[in-house]
């Protein structure tokens, strides 16, 4: 089966390659598929993706990770860390959520929040569903483009990684400040991962209500830790991360088994 034909199926969700074996996640259950490719082909198939995301894979640089066409894509290549190539794709189509009241209030009255949960559980979907209504100017800050809002006025900025020369990197840190100087009247963070974390708390601190971003958190109650863990990769002390983002972030909206629970982050850290 051709490749493009295996990621047409409506119920499919992910597509793991490893080297020539490929597996495929249909409904929630994990499927054998044949893509009819060799490793050498695999390995061909990893590198025009991320050339087509606008990234570049090859034995110096082994590993990427793009948006494209719809899927977000992350490549291996064997170079010393794996002994065949290896392709993670995961669809992440512009869908949204039916949105509740509750949730729409917190758009409606400009809370910063976050979105916390755990791999899969929907915090983009959900992010993109509560703005998807939006008429304001709203910049997106992300390593790899999937919030793709449809709003007219909605800029959308990605991280790039350095060219075979070692130059070039935009950082989402970098983007961050970049994106403070155009206007915003929302900054959406993909995913607070790193020490973009401290401008975030700073910025939020000085303005731009209505912000928002996702966080990786297995549970709601494990979301004071996760903040205290960026926030020490940010350069910040326990004590000034907690004292910032009391006062930077309103809300928790958690996602955990299709359900969604809402939290005062103050309260989380009492």
Not at 30 to 41: H, M, R, V
Not at 115 to 124: D, E, I, W, Y
Not at 198 to 214: E, F, I, P, R, V
């Amino acid at each position: 089966m051709r490749f493009e034909e295996v990621m047409a199926r409506q119920e499919l969700t992910d597509i793991v390659i490893n080297g020539d074996v490929a597996f495929a996640l249909i409904s929630g259950v994990w499927q054998p598929c044949d893509l009819e490719l060799d490793q050498a082909g695999v390995a061909r198939l990893a590198v025009e993706l991320c050339d087509r995301g606008g990234r570049h894979l090859d034995l110096a640089n082994p590993f990427a990770d793009v948006s494209v066409d719809g899927y977000r894509v992350h490549a291996v290549l064997p170079a010393g860390v794996t002994d065949r190539p290896l392709i993670s794709i995961r669809k992440h189509t512009a869908r949204t959520f039916d949105i509740t009241p509750e949730l729409q209030e917190i758009v409606n009255s400009r809370k910063n929040f976050l979105v916390s949960g755990a791999t899969g559980a929907g915090k983009t979907t959900l992010l993109r569903s509560m703005l998807a209504k939006s008429c304001e100017r709203v910049i997106t800050i992300e390593d790899v483009a999937e919030l793709a809002f449809e709003p007219p006025n909605f800029v959308s900025l990605v991280a790039r990684q350095a060219n075979i020369e070692g130059r070039g990197e935009l950082a989402v840190e970098r983007l961050f400040r970049e994106a403070l100087r155009m206007r915003p009247d929302r900054i959406i963070l993909g995913e607070v991962r790193g020490a973009e974390f401290g401008l975030m708390l700073q910025a939020l601190n000085t303005g731009h209500a209505g912000s928002a971003a996702t966080l990786h958190a297995n549970s709601l109650e494990a979301v004071p830790e996760r903040l205290i863990g960026l926030g020490l990769l940010a350069g910040l002390t326990p004590k000034t991360t907690v004292a910032l983002a009391k006062t930077a972030i309103d809300l928790v909206i958690h996602l955990e088994a299709g359900n969604t629970r809402v939290a005062r982050l103050g309260e989380l850290f009492d």
